[in-house]
């Protein structure tokens, strides 16, 4: 089971962009119109926070600061500005130059999810399933509740494994063989990107930690 789902990451990545931080100017939108409609949401592990501080540092930019929420535990929220050739992190107030406040870049960036989120694989790997539908941004589906809905069969007791941007596997919270799989997945090599290594179970909606 492990090979396929290994195989189903590289299978993911083909194409896949590359993420970059805090700035790309020669590759910036130069106005609103084209500022909004790029906007995306993705997931990352909280350490990337640190990580972005690090780079703007670096790039002379000592006090800008990922903009970003917590969705549960160590995965954050990011909004990106999905490029033609690569996908660039907010930082906060970045939306001020395009008459954006920092509520307007999430609010518009989930609003994109939704309307490209609308075709989705699922993957039947055996006891364990995945969802797919753009390498980049798979992890993206945790905040997409449609899709969750319409998943055949999805189990009451719903645990998910989701140790990278492009790998959602899924599965039986009840089952111990599935909690095994699953645990293996999440703990398994992310390339770089990671989110977490924790199994997350889904509860009225809303994610949390699966001890």
């Known amino acids: 089971m492990m090979s396929g789902v ?21 590759c910036a939108p130069s106005d609103s119109a084209r500022f909004k409609p790029s906007l995306l949401l993705a997931l990352k592990n909280r350490s990337y926070v640190a990580e972005f501080a690090a780079k703007a540092r670096a790039q002379g ?9 917590t969705l549960v535990a160590d995965v ?13 992190f907010i930082a906060v107030g970045d939306g001020r130059t395009f008459g954006m406040s ?9 609003k994109n999810l ?10 039947d790997l055996g006891p364990v399933r995945a969802l797919s539908f753009e390498a980049d941004y798979n992890a993206s589906l945790l905040l997409v509740r449609d899709v969750w809905s319409t998943v055949p069969d999805l189990p009451a007791n719903l645990v998910v494994a989701v140790p990278a941007r492009d790998i ?23 390339d770089g990107f990671p989110i977490t290594r924790r199994l997350l179970r889904r509860i009225d909606g809303r994610w949390s930690v699966a001890e």
């Open 6 to 26: 290994l195989a189903m990451a590289g299978a993911f990545q083909t194409g896949a962009l590359a993420f970059e931080a805090p700035d790309c100017a020669a």
């Open 61 to 69: 930019k000592p006090d800008a600061k990922l903009l970003h929420k």
């Open 76 to 88: 954050i929220v990011v909004p990106v500005e999905d490029r033609a050739r690569i996908s660039r």
């Open 102 to 110: 920092d509520k307007d870049v999430f609010d518009a960036a989930f």
């Open 114 to 123: 939704l309307n490209r989120a609308t075709r989705v694989a699922v993957h």
């Open 168 to 190: 959602v596997a899924f599965g039986d919270g009840n089952d111990p063989d599935v909690l095994r799989r699953l645990r293996s997945i999440a703990t398994m090599p992310t």
